[in-house]
């Protein structure tokens, strides 16, 4: 498996886990499950934000 193959498995991961816990706590704001995204997956919040919002190199 190639590097670009296991970020894109990651990003998809990160998205994935980022709707779960939306749906999940309805309640939280979003930087609120951005910032348990990114402790879960052990990437900074600004990472998670950047390949949610496909930013930059996280655009796929």
Request: with cysteine; proline share 2%; aromatic share 8%.
């Amino acid at each position: 498996m190639t590097r670009r193959q296991r970020l894109h498995l990651r990003n998809q991961k990160v998205r994935e886990l980022f709707e779960e816990l939306y749906s999940k706590h309805p309640q939280w704001r979003a930087d609120a499950v951005i910032t348990e995204v990114a402790k879960r997956v052990f990437l900074s919040e600004r990472t998670v934000d950047a390949i949610l919002r496909g930013e930059g190199c996280y655009s796929e």
